[in-house]
């Protein structure tokens, strides 16, 4: 498992990796907002997407639309993978939150 230091780190990269891919979006379309330990999309119809860690578990937890995923660390991949095994990826997941919502296809650079 991530130590910590390590998990937050990573976790405040990847707020900041969403929040960028959202800048060149029109605000009306989808809004992101951060609050501590949450990042919450808001979407024109003002339905969210709310993205909050988890620290005790070092899981990061994304909710949207009456769903919930939580999502871990992969460390031989890097990549944060729902942790019920169903190869749902968390940056791939949200981008398709995104675009139902909105239309919208999200750059992750």
Same mark, same amino acid.
């Given at each position: 498992?991530?130590?910590?230091?390590?998990?937050?780190?990573?976790?405040?990269?990847?707020?900041?990796?969403?929040?960028?891919?959202?800048?060149?979006?029109?605000?009306?379309?989808?809004?992101?907002?951060?609050? *501590?330990?949450?990042?919450? =999309?808001?979407?024109?119809?003002?339905?969210?997407?709310?993205? %909050? &860690?988890?620290?005790?578990?070092?899981?990061?937890?994304?909710?949207?639309?009456?769903?919930?995923?939580?999502?871990?660390?992969?460390?031989?991949?890097?990549?944060?993978?729902?942790?019920? *095994?169903?190869?749902?990826? =968390?940056?791939?997941?949200?981008?398709?939150?995104?675009?139902? %919502? &909105?239309?919208?296809?999200?750059?992750?650079?």
């Amino acid at each position: 498992m991530i130590n910590e230091s390590a998990y937050l780190k990573t976790v405040d990269e990847i707020f900041k990796r969403i929040e960028d891919s959202c800048e060149p979006v029109d605000p009306d379309d989808v809004e992101a907002v951060t609050a *501590g330990d949450v990042l919450t =999309l808001t979407f024109r119809d003002r339905s969210r997407c709310v993205i %909050n &860690t988890q620290r005790p578990t070092r899981q990061i937890w994304l909710a949207a639309s009456s769903r919930a995923w939580h999502f871990n660390l992969d460390e031989e991949s890097g990549h944060w993978m729902d942790d019920k *095994g169903r190869g749902e990826e =968390l940056f791939a997941m949200i981008a398709k939150i995104v675009t139902e %919502n &909105t239309g919208v296809t999200l750059n992750w650079g």
